[in-house]
Every structure is written in C-alpha cells, then in structure tokens.
C-alpha cells in the first residue's frame, strides 16, 4: 500500500483531503469582482450576496491592487479587457502581493485566452454572457479547494520521493523542485491525494472545473501536457504520471526517475 503523508502546521486541524473541507461560512468570505463595467459588479453582487458572500468591486487593474490588502478578500473575479491593466497583467500582479484563487469572467471564449490565464495561475474560466447557477458553483468549487490547501501545508509520497507543498505550489521529486501555477497544480494535489489508485477524467473534471463535458475533458488532458513537459524539460521522467487507457491518470509509484 502507498504512504501518503500529510503535515500542516502547529495551529492547523490535520483533515484528509480525500473526505472532503467543511468550507467556511460564506457570510465570512469576501469576494472582490474587478471589471470595467459596472453593470457587471452590480450583477455578480446580487448574485453573490444573496448567497451570502460579502462582495466587493473595483473598476480596473489597477484600483483592485490599491484595495485588495485592505479587503482581505477569500476570493478575487475579474475580467480580462479593460483600460490602464487588462486581466492578463493584474493576475501577474496580484499574485505578487497576495495568494489568493482567482476566477477569469471574459467574454474572450477563445482556447488560447482560456489556456493563457490558466498557465498564469488562475483558477477557473467563465465566459460571458455566464449563467447565475455556474458562476455559483464555480464560486463554492474554487473556495472549496482553497479552503483545502490552507488546512494541510504538505502532501507526500514517501515511496518514491514525491512532495507537494501546498502553500508555495512547489513539487519537489528526484531530487529537484518544480513551480506549478493553478489548476495543473490541482490536478498533481488530486492524483497524490488519491494514490495509487487511478482518478478518472470525471472525477478530476468535477472536482476542478464541477463540470464534465468533452470540452472540459481536452482541457484536462492539455492541462496533464503541461505538466508533464515541465517535469521532462527539467530532467525528470514525466512517465510517473500515468495515462490509464481511457479510464483517468494515476501516480505510478514503481517507475525510476
């Protein structure tokens, strides 16, 4: 049977992953809209707030930057087109003075903007015109693993070597240390977590974008590309992330690096 390992820190409640977080209350957790349209964070208020959120608005980039230390927010949406600092440039720069999930609502619906804001680090995509029922899922979902990663600071096999921290995103395996950026680093969390058995393609899809669809299926699969040409252009054999068939992927846990 495979070890995994968990630690976390002094003050933290160790809970497996695998069972689930309790989320937090959502009267608790803030959540910071940036879009250049006003109509758009009057929207996403109502939405929100009538789920119990604390919702919060600025109009650019920039402003959000200037507000973001003093709201505290759990969790940050914001568009990709708009004046001063487009989407692209504010996910860079937030993710400078903050750690925080982070949720792209664009009207740009084209594979490539959606692969870019990912590899940047966001945390989940939605197109407009969006539908009230999704963007509330994708809300609970993005906070839901959020809340997860805060409650335990490391995952490990010890059989073969492999740790993830889950507070830096650093994978750490044959002896040197790789830097993965959002949802790949959710799909690494979920196939340790659940070694060594296989984690199907509707159970990653669920558990990281709540959907399955064949859509969402590619993106999966273009996602585990990324991954495992970034452990093979550092050196390492990416064969350790197994393609079942057509089943799902798993940690293989007998391969040498």
């Keep these: ?8 820190g002094v003050s933290q409640t160790l809970v497996p992953l695998r069972q689930g977080i309790i989320p937090q209350k959502k009267s608790l957790a803030k959540i910071l809209v940036i879009d250049d349209e006003a109509d758009t964070i009057l929207l996403l208020r109502g939405i929100l707030e009538r789920e119990g959120y604390e919702v919060y608005g600025a109009a650019n980039g920039l402003e ?10 759990s969790l940050i949406i914001s568009d990709m087109m708009m004046p001063q600092m487009d989407g692209w440039q504010t996910i860079q720069e937030l993710q400078k003075i903050v750690d925080l999930p982070i949720i792209i609502l664009s009207v740009l619906n084209q594979t490539e903007s959606i692969v870019r804001a990912l590899e940047l680090g966001a945390d989940d995509y939605i197109t407009k015109p969006f539908d009230t029922s ?3 899922a994708r809300v609970e979902s993005v906070l839901r693993r959020a809340i997860g990663k805060s409650r335990v600071s490391r995952l490990s096999i010890d059989s073969i070597g492999l740790i ?3 507070d830096t995103h650093e994978v750490f395996y044959a002896d040197k240390c790789f830097q993965l950026t959002g949802k790949m680093f959710d799909v690494m969390m979920l196939l340790v977590q659940n070694s060594p058995r ?4 509707e159970e990653l899809c669920l558990a990281i974008w709540n959907e399955d669809s064949a859509a969402i299926r590619n993106r999966l699969k273009y996602l585990v590309y990324l991954l495992r040409q970034q452990f093979a252009e550092g050196g390492v054999n990416p064969d350790f992330i197994g393609n079942i068939g057509r089943l799902g992927y798993k940690i293989s846990t007998h391969l040498s690096n």
Excluded: G
């Excluded at 049977?1 to 976390?8: A, F, L, R, V």
């Excluded at 959000?64 to 927010?73: D, F, G, M």
């Design 164 to 166: 993830l921290d889950l």
């Design 198 to 201: 296989i984690v199907t393609y």
């Design 64 to 73: 959000a930057l200037k507000r973001v230390k003093s709201i505290q927010p």
């Design 134 to 136: 999704e963007v509330i």
């Design 1 to 8: 049977m495979t070890e995994i390992s968990y630690s976390m």
